[in-house]
């Protein structure tokens, strides 16, 4: 499936997306030459953000959008023109299967995966009055290059400095550690989804980065989306400014 949707009749103001959500590769591409151990690491997909995206959903019975192939054959959380968007590289790793991509290429996985995810979180911030888009996302504890990430939640944005600031303190009351703009900065264009859906939706956004260290089975993403369901409904109530 090019996407999942789940929720799509609710009317709670938050949406919730997942543009990194599975690792996987249709069988005609041949994993893009990849072993499968390599798909399945963070490189292939964000570990544990889906399964922490459809908990969060759940418990805040909130609209939630999941992209429907690994972030290697064609990456939602990046725009039409960056060089990643089908990248030939990966965090140091080669991908065979992206070496040589020609026109018709791009243009088949853009029209099976990344078209028809885009579409639908344009048509769940149509669905009905909404106040917060939130990209989830989770990131490697240790990295291949820099420093070891020894934080647990980031907190990414560009436009709404206080709105992210209200969020960091609500994550931080649930016994996060929290950390604004990091491990990537919304200042760099890094959340190039929610921004982009968000603007043109006129709806604020925000992106999440979750250590994967913490979502390493299904009861700790379970643990850890009670506690940030519990950080995101006190934001939606904290902050009342509804408008972009």
Same mark, same amino acid.
């Given at each position: ?104 290429? @791009?243009? =088949?996985? &853009? !029209? ?11 048509? #769940?911030? *149509? /669905? ?59 200042l760099d264009g890094l959340i190039f ?8 939706? @006129?709806? =604020?956004? &925000? !992106? ?11 009861? #700790?993403? *379970? /643990? ?21």
């Open positions: 499936m090019a996407v999942t949707v789940l929720a799509p009749d609710s009317t709670s103001p938050l949406v919730l997306t997942c543009e990194h959500a599975t690792a996987y590769v249709p069988p005609i591409y041949e994993n893009l030459g990849l072993a499968p151990e390599m798909l399945l690491d963070h490189i292939g997909w964000d570990i544990g953000a889906a399964a922490a995206t459809e908990e969060i959903g759940r418990r805040l019975d909130a609209t939630a959008i999941l992209s429907g192939a690994s972030r290697l054959l064609v990456d939602c959380n990046r725009a039409l023109s960056d060089h990643d968007l089908m990248p030939p590289v990966s965090h140091g790793v080669a991908v065979p299967g992206n070496a040589a991509i020609d026109a018709g290429e @791009r243009e =088949r996985r &853009l !029209e099976a995966f990344y078209r028809p995810y885009h579409a639908a979180i344009d048509e #769940a911030l *149509r /669905a009905s009055p909404r106040r917060l888009l939130l990209s989830v996302h989770s990131f490697t504890p240790t990295p291949l290059f820099g420093r070891v990430r020894d934080f647990d939640v980031g907190v990414l944005h560009d436009d709404f400095t206080d709105l992210a600031e209200i969020a960091a303190r609500c994550i931080e009351r649930q016994g996060f550690s929290v950390r604004m703009n990091e491990p990537y900065s919304g989804s929610a921004r982009d859906h968000g603007r043109r939706g @006129r709806v =604020r956004y &925000l !992106e999440i980065e979750i250590n994967n260290r913490l979502l390493c089975d299904e009861d #700790a993403v *379970r /643990a850890v989306a009670a506690r940030l369901s519990g950080a995101l409904g006190a934001l939606l109530a904290e902050d009342s400014c509804a408008s972009f």
